[in-house]
């Protein structure tokens, strides 16, 4: 993907994890949908991990020149909060 390319696929990704993210709490952090998200984009799936605690971050290259940044946050009622998007 040229870097041109790239940047356009940032903002295709950038869009669907918005919507995943926008007035919307999870059962749990929703990986499966953000690889979807990220791929349809062209880019890389997240690679396994374990992601713990009730709160934390995760910084992951996905494409050639792009990373993807994700908070989480767990709240009282149990669901997630979480906060994702690519540079």
């Known amino acids: 993907m040229t870097a041109s390319e790239e940047k356009k696929a940032r903002k295709k990704a950038n869009d669907g994890l918005h919507a995943m993210c926008s007035n919307r709490f999870h059962e749990s952090i929703p990986l499966t949908e953000m690889d979807g998200i990220l791929t349809a984009a062209g880019f890389n799936a997240t690679e396994e991990a374990i992601y713990c605690g009730r709160e934390g971050s995760s910084h ?5 020149r792009t990373w993807l940044a994700m ?3 767990k709240m009282e009622s149990g669901k997630y909060e979480i906060n994702a998007y690519v540079s």
Do not use: A, H
């Not at 992951?60 to 050639?64: D, I, L, P, R, S």
């Open 71 to 73: 908070q989480w946050y």
């Open 60 to 64: 992951e290259q996905v494409g050639e």
